[in-house]
């Protein structure tokens, strides 16, 4: 059997893990990394998409729009902007949350016209909202 970490994720509306793990998956802004116990300590920014968690019981996934992971040696949090559990997610959520991101790039070309940083971060923000509903089978449209 596999050896366990402490996981939870927390949204500002709820939580909605607490449980031991045997791994994490997310999607960091440096990169995408699986996180099991014992993993060195870290603190990482997230960017929008799947958080997949492995237990004794399989493999469950949660949709994230952003946030931050603390991992230490003990534990994992995901402290996320939005999540869902994947098989909650609607197709009616899913284009909010592109909705959103749209709004986010037009707020960003508009107030930082010759400001590339903001844009970029406002245009990959749409990219992986897309690619997220393309992952799990709900476009935007």
Known sequence: MAETVQFDLVSPER?????AVEQVQIHGTDGDMTVMASHAPLITTLRPGLVRVTDRDGESDYVVTGGFAE?????????????????DMTQ????????????RLN???????????????ATKLLSDMMAVGERIGLSAY
């Open 15 to 19: 939580q909605l893990v607490s449980k």
């Open 107 to 121: 707020a960003a070309k508009e107030n930082h016209e010759n400001e590339p940083g903001p844009v970029d971060e």
């Open 71 to 87: 991992i230490s040696g003990e534990s994992i949090s995901v402290l996320a902007e939005q999540a869902v559990t994947r098989q």
């Open 92 to 103: 009616e959520q899913m284009k909010a949350m592109v909705d959103e991101a749209t709004e």
